[in-house]
């Protein structure tokens, strides 16, 4: 399948865009709402692995509905050193198939899934994982990129 395109602006207002990442390996990762414990567990494991990914090749993007001020104060807080854009939106969390109904204490509303996407650097989404673990996630990844990559 081939990557959804995406058009958003990360955590300093620069726009980023799918293209930005051709011939390159990127995984594009959604999560529901910054400086939450799931989500901040989930960053900063991306962020202590970045290392392991970059001599791979591979990119990592975080993508929520969070301002642009807001991705910037997690950024900050947490010392994040990749990306995050911001689909207010919701357009590109749509588009990926991250959006959907979800139940809270028997409420029912519209929310983030906690999903990822890896694509290969000809952009095609070569592996989806769903409703992750934020804190063995990262492992996962790089399991799989291990095979995938040879």
């Not at 063995?136 to 990129?145: A, K």
Request: glycine share 8%; hydrophobic share 35%; aromatic share 10%.
């Amino acid at each position: 399948m081939k990557a959804p395109d995406f058009n958003l602006p990360d955590q300093n207002g620069q726009t980023h865009q799918l293209s930005d990442y051709a011939g390159k390996w990127l995984v594009v990762y959604f999560y529901p709402k910054d400086s939450t414990p799931g989500c901040t567990v989930e960053a900063c494991a991306f962020r202590d692995g970045r290392d392991e990914l970059l001599a791979r090749g591979v990119e990592v993007v975080g993508i929520s509905k969070d301002s642009v001020a807001s991705h910037a104060k997690f950024v900050d807080k947490h010392e994040l050193n990749f990306t995050l854009l911001s689909d207010e939106s919701a357009t590109t969390i749509q588009a990926y198939g991250a959006w959907a109904e979800k139940s809270m204490f028997g409420k029912k509303y519209m929310g983030i899934l906690r999903n990822t996407y890896l694509i290969n650097p000809e952009g095609e989404v070569v592996k989806t994982y769903k409703k992750v673990s934020p804190k063995d996630h990262y492992r996962q990844i790089l399991t799989d990129l291990e095979q995938l990559q040879g």
